[in-house]
């Protein structure tokens, strides 16, 4: 269960960006979302209206006929038709063909101006954890798959340096609060303690079949994590530690020649 929220306004700025930030971590007590937010187009990124790993920053705007829509909108969308497609948050959300696109520019809620943009400063923009797009043979493409606490070409937390990987591990944890609210004031007991670990781990093995986790997740309850104090008051924690999936972020071939295959000319049949 992945959520996503976007601002209303088209651009965002650093004051609106932090009242998001600040609202979408445990949404109603219980909902852990990840905010995509807009700032407009430009050969920088000194409008990036924030650095959290609990954002993606989107830039410019898309032309489609009569339309003018921020990326933020688009990339919302189009992340959550992949998530459905995948039955989880496992793809990023850079490289994704945007429909009926007719231009990138900047937009002043007046006018649209349409801007030229290179894969050289799509990706540049990408390295300051922004999000943009390219434009391969007519055809508009989200570029960049970093939260927006990615920049100057690092990060702090691995786990923060792909926007599938925190948005995969946020759908976990709802899951886990959708899946056992009903089971709350019921009585815990070591059956209940056992069949959740069991259908967690069933679970988590669910995704790493379909490519959204890698290696051997676990599912515990262990004693440091409830101590008698917490028990008492019907508290209870499960551990899970997982290996979300990167992205194929590079892909290179190397070549070599060899001269072995002149010597099919001088063979004798």
């Avoid at 932090?18 to 219980?30: E, P, Q, R, Y």
């Avoid at 815990?188 to 670990?197: E, G, H």
């Avoid at 072995?260 to 049949?269: K, M, Q, R, S």
Wanted: hydrophobic share 40%; aromatic share 8%.
């Amino acid at each position: 269960m992945s959520c996503i929220v976007i601002d209303g306004a088209f651009e965002t700025d650093k004051e609106d960006a932090a009242t998001i930030l600040a609202g979408i971590k445990k949404i109603d007590g219980h909902w852990d979302a990840t905010a995509i937010l807009n700032c407009d187009a430009a050969p920088d990124h000194t409008g990036k209206p924030c650095i959290s790993e609990d954002a993606v920053v989107t830039m410019g705007f898309i032309k489609t006929g009569a339309n003018i829509l921020p990326l933020s909108a688009i990339r919302a969308g189009l992340c959550a038709r992949s998530d459905a497609e995948y039955g989880a948050p496992a793809r990023s959300g850079g490289n994704l063909v945007i429909p009926n696109a007719e231009a990138w520019g900047a937009y002043d809620s007046k006018s649209f101006t349409a801007m030229p943009i290179s894969e050289t400063l799509a990706t540049s923009l990408s390295a300051e954890g922004v999000c943009a797009v390219v434009n391969y043979s007519g055809t508009y493409r989200t570029w960049g798959d970093h939260t927006s606490l990615f920049a100057a070409g690092a990060i702090a937390d691995e786990r923060a340096r792909f926007d599938n990987s925190i948005r995969m591990l946020r759908s976990i944890t709802n899951r886990f609060q959708l899946k056992y609210r009903a089971s709350i004031d019921s009585p815990f007991t070591l059956q209940m303690r056992n069949d959740i670990i069991n259908e967690q781990l069933d679970y988590l093995n669910g995704l790493v079949a379909k490519g959204a986790l890698i290696g051997k997740p676990t599912c515990e309850f262990r004693a440091i994590d409830n101590p008698k104090d917490n028990i008492q008051k019907g508290e209870f924690k499960w551990n899970i530690t997982c290996t979300t999936t990167n992205p194929l972020k590079y892909a290179y071939v190397s070549v070599s020649y060899t001269s072995a295959g002149l010597d099919t000319l001088v063979e004798e049949g």
